[in-house]
């Protein structure tokens, strides 16, 4: 059973500061991991999607990497900002999407 | 576009009450479906998911039945709501074909349940 665990839980950041988000998995045959943001209350909003055969990939401030055969995976944002705060999760593809519990980000202003 | 729709956006129950819960999609045809449940402080968790109408497969043993009366339609319902079912459920689809597709899951805007 795949197991995917985010840490921190929470993270508190002033204005302009770089943040990293950790996620990891237990079985490394996954199809694809994605990284979503969750405002509260909302759906999700899917912001990177990185295939099994890729290292990483970036859009704009968020660059996301894989290491598959570790079962890790970072998201990182650059220069954070007041409208990054907002509940990341990681979630891996194999026959089913499985999610982290997220991390919850709040960015100073 | 696609979009995808789901209602109520909140809902408050008795224990014991029937749950009908509906999601739509609009702009794709023959979409994978999905339902997730999101309890507090932890992820989201597949509960039922639909690569056609009338498919149906279940991911986890619970107090909850999943239907697919249209191509575009998924109803999350039961007979007899518990405490426990309380929670933020998810809607989502994904591109035709087998639920190990690829691509990536769209989200629905969610229902929040609470259960007395």
């Known amino acids: 059973k795949q197991e995917v665990t985010q840490i921190p839980a929470a993270l508190s950041v002033p204005e302009g500061e770089n943040l990293v988000l950790n996620c990891s998995f237990t079985d490394s045959a996954i199809y694809n991991l994605q990284w979503f943001r969750q405002d509260p209350g909302k759906g999700l909003t899917s912001l990177l999607l990185i295939q099994s055969s890729q290292r990483e990939q970036t859009s704009g401030r968020l660059n996301a990497s894989l290491d598959k055969s570790s079962g890790r995976s970072t998201l990182y944002i650059a220069a954070s900002q007041p409208g990054d705060s907002a509940t990341y999760l990681c979630a891996v593809l194999d026959y089913k999407l499985s999610f982290g519990a997220g991390t919850t980000v709040t960015v100073r202003a | 576009s696609q979009t995808i729709h789901q209602w109520p956006a909140t809902l408050v129950q008795p224990v014991g009450s029937p749950l009908s819960l509906e999601c739509t999609v609009e702009g794709t045809s023959n979409p994978n479906l999905y339902w997730y449940r999101q309890a507090a402080g932890r992820g989201l968790q597949l509960l039922f998911y639909s690569v056609g109408i009338g498919q149906i497969s279940s991911e986890v043993p619970q107090n909850l039945s999943a239907s697919r009366p249209q191509d575009r339609q998924f109803i999350l319902s039961s007979k007899k709501l518990l405490l426990s079912d309380s929670g933020f459920y998810l809607c989502?689809?994904?591109?035709?074909?087998?639920?190990?597709?690829?691509?990536?899951?769209?989200f629905g805007p969610g229902t929040r349940l609470t259960v007395l």
């Open positions: 989502a689809w994904s591109v035709p074909g087998l639920a190990s597709s690829t691509d990536t899951q769209y």
